[in-house]
C-alpha cells in the first residue's frame, strides 16, 4: 500500500510562487508514474501535470503554460510541483497520484489511471 503525504500548500499573492511536495511511503519509488491534481470546492477535480515512468516523460494542462514544472527525486520518495507567477484562478486544493503504469497520451489526464491518492494541501493566491 502507498501513502501520500502532500506538503507546502499556503497563501501566496500573485505573481508569487510555491513549491508543494508530496511523499511516499513504500517501496520502489521510482517504478511509479506521478501526477497532481487540483480542486476547487464545488467543482471537479482536474489535472495540472504529470511525470511518466519510466522515461520521465512529462505531461501538462493547458492553463500551466510554462508556469509549472513537476521533478522527483527517488532517493527521497518525494514529488515536487514547482508554481510560478501563480494567479487567483490557481486557488484550489492540490492532491498528488500514483500509479505503477506507464502514463500516455490517452490517460494521463484521467483520475481513474491513478491507484493512490494524498489527502491534498490547500493553496490559496491572494489578488
Known amino acids: 500500500q502507498v501513502q501520500l503525504v502532500e506538503s507546502g500548500g499556503g497563501l501566496v499573492q500573485a505573481g508569487g510562487s510555491l513549491r508543494l511536495s508530496c511523499a511516499a511511503s513504500g517501496p520502489n519509488f521510482s517504478s511509479y508514474s506521478l501526477g497532481w491534481f487540483r480542486q476547487v470546492p464545488g467543482k471537479e477535480r482536474e489535472f495540472v501535470i504529470a511525470?511518466?515512468?519510466?522515461?520521465?516523460?512529462?505531461y501538462y494542462a493547458d492553463f500551466v503554460k510554462g508556469r509549472f514544472t513537476i521533478s522527483r527525486d527517488n532517493a527521497k520518495n518525494t514529488v515536487y510541483l514547482q508554481m510560478n507567477s501563480l494567479s487567483p484562478e490557481d486557488t484550489a486544493d492540490y492532491y498528488c497520484a500514483s500509479t505503477q503504469r506507464p502514463l500516455h497520451s490517452r490517460n494521463y489526464y484521467r483520475q481513474s489511471s491513478y491507484d493512490y491518492w494524498g489527502q491534498g494541501t490547500q493553496v490559496t493566491v491572494s489578488s
Open positions: 511525470i511518466s515512468r519510466p522515461i520521465g516523460n512529462t
